[in-house]
C-alpha cells in the first residue's frame, strides 16, 4: 500500500490500476506458496529456502511478505476474500485489444479452490 496518489485519468482508471497490480501480487502469492511446498517435499529446509531466495532472484516485494507468513502460519494479512473480489472485476475491465489474460479464469474454479486448498492452510500443508 501507498500513500502517494497517483492520477490515471478518468473515472475507473485508477481501479484498473488497482486490480493490475493486486493480480501481480495474488499470482506471487500463489507461486510463493507452491514453491515452498515443493522445496520442503523435495527435502529442502523452507527457512534456508526462504533466506536464499531472499537474495537471489525469485525474491520480490510479495515473496518478502507472503513467505515468512507462510513459513509462520500467519494468514491474517491474506486476504481471499479481495482476492475474489478483485478476479471478479478483473474480466469486466473494458479492453480495446480484446486481451484476455491467462489468469482471468473464473473465480469459481480457481480462487475458491485455491482459498480452501492454499489459505485455508492453516491447519495443512504449509511447510514448517
Not at 510463493?32 to 525474491?59: F, H, R, S, Y
Not at 478483485?86 to 480462487?111: H, I, K, N
Request: aromatic letters at 8%.
Amino acid at each position: 500500500m501507498t500513500s502517494e496518489i497517483i492520477h490515471f485519468g478518468p473515472i475507473g482508471q485508477g481501479t484498473a490500476m488497482k486490480l493490475v497490480n493486486n493480480m501481480l501480487v495474488q499470482v506471487g502469492w500463489i507461486a510463493i506458496a507452491e514453491a515452498l511446498v515443493l522445496g520442503a517435499k523435495a527435502g529442502l529446509d523452507p527457512k534456508q529456502m526462504v533466506e536464499t531466495i531472499g537474495k537471489a532472484t525469485g525474491n520480490s516485494v510479495a515473496f518478502q511478505y507472503a513467505a515468512p507468513r507462510i513459513l509462520a502460519r500467519d494468514f491474517d494479512g491474506i486476504r481471499m476474500d479481495i482476492s475474489y473480489k478483485d478476479m471478479e472485476l478483473r474480466p469486466r475491465l473494458p479492453s480495446r485489444s480484446r486481451f484476455r489474460c491467462s489468469s482471468q479464469a473464473s473465480p469459481s474454479r480457481s480462487t475458491r479452490w485455491d482459498a480452501r486448498r492454499a489459505w485455508a492452510a492453516k491447519t495443512a500443508a504449509a511447510p514448517s
